[in-house]
């Protein structure tokens, strides 16, 4: 079965410094895709950054970068340069199964609450 | 601009009464998808579809029923036999339903049962 962990329930960061939120998987497929999302407060699920399971490289987004460790299976987003506005709750969640298929829903993890401090 | 539209925002229900969130799309999406997030929990799935007049349950479909008569609509009904309604519920939509696709979600609508 597939299944996504995020082992920190809440961190804290200061405005201005990076921050690295933990994600790790658990898949039996070859070809899988990565995905991060941020839900403010409002409660919309936002869209970050994807990483598929046969990128070589680290993907990046603007200050949004993944860790991708394939082998240990872990999939870790840094923000770099915190703001303000980055407090929200983060979602790991991974699509699996056959990419041709019909099971390419996305599995979710419980989240990440980030506080940025001024 | 495009996206996709949950009505209501906020909905109360007694015990023993259907209700039914709406969800429109203007992004031209095959793919739709229902997720419900309670609190402290990430989102399970509860039904999607990928093409018009066709859907498929999800992890947690009991209790809950859905239509997609049009590629922009896919409506949720909560039916009286869902024991434990009160969540967060939110809909999404792809280009289609694997690979890279990114899924885009609506502003989410919450039902209270009082």
């Known amino acids: 079965?597939?299944?996504?962990?995020?082992?920190?329930?809440?961190?804290?960061?200061?405005?201005?410094?990076?921050?690295t939120l933990d994600c790790t998987y658990d898949?039996?497929?070859?070809?899988?895709?990565?995905?991060?999302?941020?839900?403010?407060?409002?409660?919309?699920?936002?869209?970050?950054?994807?990483?598929?399971?046969y990128d070589e490289q680290n993907a990046t987004e603007g200050r949004y970068s993944l860790n991708f460790q394939k082998a240990r299976k872990s999939t870790n987003l840094v923000i770099s340069a915190?703001?303000?506005?980055?407090?929200a709750m983060y979602f790991c969640a991974m699509r699996g199964g056959d990419y041709g298929g019909s099971q390419g829903n996305l599995i979710f993890g419980k989240g990440t609450k980030l506080s940025v401090k001024p | 601009d495009g996206g996709i539209t949950q009505s209501p925002k906020y909905l109360f229900r007694k015990e023993g009464q259907n209700v039914t969130l709406s969800c429109e799309q203007n992004l031209n999406h095959d793919?739709?998808?229902?997720?419900?997030?309670?609190?402290?929990?990430?989102?399970?799935?509860?039904?999607?579809?990928?093409?018009?007049?066709d859907f498929q349950?999800?992890?947690?479909?009991?209790?809950y029923s859905v239509s997609r008569e049009k590629k922009e609509s896919f409506p949720l009904t909560v039916t009286s036999a869902q024991k434990n309604p009160t969540a967060f519920y939110l809909c999404a939509s792809s280009p289609y339903s694997s690979g890279a696709n990114v899924l885009t979600f609506g502003a989410g609508s919450r039902l209270t049962v009082l």
């Open chain 1, 27 to 53: 898949t039996s497929d070859q070809s899988y895709g990565l995905f991060w999302y941020k839900q403010p407060s409002s409660g919309e699920m936002i869209f970050l950054i994807y990483q598929g399971s």
């Open chain 1, 1 to 19: 079965a597939q299944k996504i962990t995020q082992t920190q329930p809440g961190m804290f960061v200061q405005e201005k410094e990076a921050v």
């Open chain 2, 57 to 63: 349950k999800g992890d947690i479909a009991e209790g």
């Open chain 1, 82 to 87: 915190s703001q303000l506005g980055d407090s």
């Open chain 2, 31 to 53: 793919a739709m998808y229902w997720y419900r997030q309670d609190p402290g929990q990430g989102l399970r799935l509860i039904y999607y579809s990928q093409i018009v007049n």
